[in-house]
C-alpha cells in the first residue's frame, strides 16, 4: 500500500456529474487499505484522530483514495473517498467516453467509505458506503448487539430497505470486503437500484428532447387546448381563441399526449371524454360541489388521458385503471430536512382519494425509473382547499387544480434526472416540488413512444 503524502481536500455538497458507474462486484476492494488504517483512524481516541493529517493512498489497482477526518459539532467522520471517475455512454450524437479520473475526491464517489464516531467517548455510531457517485444514495450500517449489526439502504431520503440484520460485530465491517457483507444479508439488499443502464433511457431522452424543440412556439392561455381538428379553444366553453391562442396545463398534457398517439391513431383527442369522471373517486358528499368547483378535473383529466395512450400504444388490456395508475409503495420512511434539520418519519405510501405526498416524490420516480424504464407520468396535483369565490360556510374539499408531466429517467453519463413539463413551458423539478409543500399528488403511467408529432 503506497501512500502519497500531498493532496488537495475537497469534499464538496454537489450532484455527480460524471459517474458511469461499475456494477457493484466490479468496485475494487479497499479492505487491506482499512485493515492498515484501523488502529490510528478508527479505534485512536477521538483527538488522537482529528490531529491527523489528510493523506493519499493508493489500492492495489492503482486506484487513489483520499483518506482524511471531518470534524462536526458532536460527531467525527473518518471518510475514505475514491476518486471520482468520468465517462459517458454513446448518445445519438455524441460518442462514448472511456472512464478516467477527474483528480476529485468529493466523498460519494463510487467505492467511498464513511465511519461515524461520537467526540466525547469515540464509539462508533455509522458506517457508511456509496454505491454509486451519487451523494443521495448509500448504505449504511448501525451497531446492534455483540453478535450482529443493522443494514439501511437510503436513495434520496428514502428507506428502501431498513433494519437489515447483519450477522457480524460493527466493528468486524471496519475490515471486511464489501463483497462479503453484500453476501451475508443477499436478496436482501435491492441491488436493482445500484445497477441501471443507461442504454434502457436513450428512448426517454430522446421523446424529452423533442419536447423541449416543440414547446418553443407554444405559450400558456388559461383554459386553453387544442381540439381534434386542430383548433385552439377553451377547455370550457368549446368557443374559440380568436387572439393569442395558447394552452393550459391541461391543455398542454393534451397536446403532449395527442404528439405520442397521433402517429399511431392519425388523430387528435376529442376534449369533451377527458373531463368525464374516471374510475373511483369521492363520494355523495363531493357529489354535490362537482359541478361547482370541478373537484376532480385534474385526477379524471391525467386518467383519461392515461386511458387513451396506454389503449393506443400498448393494448385495450392496460386501459385501465389498475394498470396505469401508480399504486406502489417502495419505502415506508422518509428523511426529510426542515431548517436545516433532518428528521426520519414515516411515509405513509399512496392513499386513496389524494395520491402521494408530495415530499416522497423524488425517491418515487426513483425507483419508477430504474423498475420501468419505458415509462414517464402524468401527475394530478391536489390539496384541502376552499375557492375564495364560494359562499360562506363553504367545505374545505381536495381539489385537483394543477396537472404536469414527469419524466424520471438516467442521462448517459448514469446520472439520475427528471425533466418536468407544465403549462406549455419546462421547469426544474426542485421548483416543482418546492412549489407544492404539503400538497398530494396522483400519477399515471403513460409509454415512451417512438414517435412524437404534436
Known amino acids: 500500500m503506497l501512500r502519497i503524502p500531498v493532496i488537495f481536500v475537497i469534499f464538496i455538497n454537489v450532484f455527480s456529474v460524471y459517474a458511469l458507474d461499475l456494477p457493484i462486484s466490479g468496485i475494487s476492494d479497499d479492505s487491506i487499505l482499512r485493515a492498515n488504517l484501523k488502529d490510528a483512524w478508527m479505534i485512536e481516541a477521538p483527538n488522537r484522530v482529528l490531529a491527523q493529517k489528510p493523506r493519499i493512498e493508493l489500492l492495489e489497482t492503482g486506484e487513489m483514495v483520499q483518506v482524511s477526518v471531518q470534524e462536526g459539532r458532536d460527531v467525527f467522520r473518518v471518510i475514505l473517498a475514491r476518486e471520482l471517475m468520468r465517462g459517458n455512454n454513446a448518445t445519438d450524437t455524441r460518442a462514448a467516453v472511456s472512464r478516467r479520473g477527474t483528480g476529485t475526491f468529493p466523498g460519494w464517489a463510487q467505492g467511498s467509505w464513511m465511519l461515524t464516531r461520537r467526540k466525547d467517548t469515540g464509539a462508533a455510531t455509522e458506517i457508511r458506503i456509496y454505491l454509486r457517485s451519487d451523494q443521495n444514495m448509500h448504505i449504511q450500517f448501525r451497531p446492534f448487539d455483540n453478535d450482529k449489526c443493522y443494514m439501511d439502504v437510503i436513495l434520496y431520503g428514502a ?123 369521492g363520494s355523495s358528499f363531493t357529489e354535490l360541489w362537482e359541478e361547482s368547483r370541478d373537484v376532480f378535473f385534474g385526477l379524471d383529466w391525467i386518467r383519461n388521458l392515461a386511458y387513451q395512450a396506454n389503449k393506443s400504444l400498448r393494448s385495450p388490456s392496460y386501459g385501465v385503471l389498475d394498470e396505469f395508475e401508480v399504486r406502489v409503495d417502495s419505502f415506508s420512511l422518509l428523511t426529510v430536512n426542515q431548517n436545516n434539520v433532518s428528521t426520519t418519519k414515516s411515509y405513509p405510501g399512496f392513499m386513496n382519494e389524494a395520491g402521494y405526498n408530495i415530499e416522497g416524490l423524488h425517491p418515487l420516480l426513483y425507483t419508477l425509473a430504474v423498475n420501468d424504464p419505458f415509462s414517464f407520468y402524468l401527475a394530478a396535483i391536489s390539496n384541502e382547499i376552499a375557492t375564495p369565490s364560494s359562499p360562506t360556510g363553504t367545505p374545505r374539499l381536495r381539489q385537483y387544480y394543477h396537472v404536469a408531466a414527469l419524466f424520471p429517467y438516467f442521462d448517459e453519463y448514469g446520472d439520475f434526472k427528471i425533466a418536468v413539463f407544465e403549462s406549455a413551458a419546462e421547469t426544474s423539478f426542485a421548483a416543482f416540488r418546492n412549489r ?19
Open 436 to 454: 407544492y409543500p404539503g400538497h398530494f399528488i396522483n400519477l399515471v403511467r403513460i409509454p415512451v413512444a417512438a414517435r412524437f408529432e404534436p
Open 159 to 281: 428507506y428502501v430497505a431498513r433494519s437489515i440484520t447483519v450477522p457480524v460485530t460493527f466493528e468486524r465491517l471496519y475490515t471486511m470486503q464489501l463483497k462479503d457483507i453484500l453476501r451475508l444479508v443477499n436478496e436482501k439488499f435491492p441491488v436493482r437500484y445500484f445497477e441501471v443502464e443507461p442504454a434502457n433511457y436513450r428512448d426517454s431522452l430522446r421523446l424529452i428532447n423533442q419536447i423541449r424543440s416543440s414547446i418553443a412556439g407554444l405559450r400558456f392561455a388559461d383554459d386553453g387546448a387544442i381540439d381534434e381538428n386542430g383548433n385552439y379553444v377553451f377547455i370550457n366553453t368549446m368557443l374559440p381563441q380568436n387572439t393569442q391562442p395558447g394552452l393550459n396545463c391541461s391543455g398542454f398534457l393534451k397536446w403532449l399526449i395527442d404528439g405520442i398517439i397521433r402517429p399511431v391513431t392519425g388523430q387528435r383527442l376529442s376534449i369533451a371524454p377527458l373531463k368525464a369522471p374516471f374510475g373511483q373517486r
